[in-house]
């Protein structure tokens, strides 16, 4: 079984940073790539970020490249989201989440894809 806890969310003004952390429980989390999803009040779930297993490939959502990085320390099981520069338009609770397959594959930025998630932590931006 695989637990996964997020921390780091809060309040902040636009145009400052915050860092989330993602620290997950199990034997697969370095086995495993993982993913960063946000929801905002109304709106789907979306994709914000992928890491594979041992940190080599990232990708993004074109809203928050340039200015979020993800990445990963395997020896503490914990992944991390670096979100620089935030926007009002961040606004969400933002979810750390275990990619289903051993193998990466286009299709990272569906929700469907993955099989545990954390119980979410909120951001919020003020303008």
């Known amino acids: 079984q695989v637990q996964l806890v997020e921390s780091g969310g809060g309040l902040v003004q636009a145009g400052e940073s915050l860092r989330l952390s993602c620290a997950a429980s199990?034997?697969?989390?370095?086995?495993?790539?993982m993913g960063w999803f946000r929801q905002a009040p109304g709106k789907e779930r979306e994709f914000v970020s992928f890491i594979t297993w041992n940190g080599i490939s990232t990708y993004y959502a074109d809203s928050v490249k340039g200015r979020f990085t993800i990445s990963r320390d395997n020896a503490k099981n914990t992944m991390y989201l670096r979100m620089n520069n935030v926007k009002p338009e961040d606004t969400a609770v933002y979810y750390c989440a275990q990619y289903r397959s051993l193998y990466t594959s286009t299709n990272y930025y569906q929700p469907q894809q993955y099989d545990y998630w954390g119980q979410g932590t909120q951001v919020t931006v003020s303008s």
């Open positions: 199990g034997r697969t989390f370095s086995s495993r790539a």
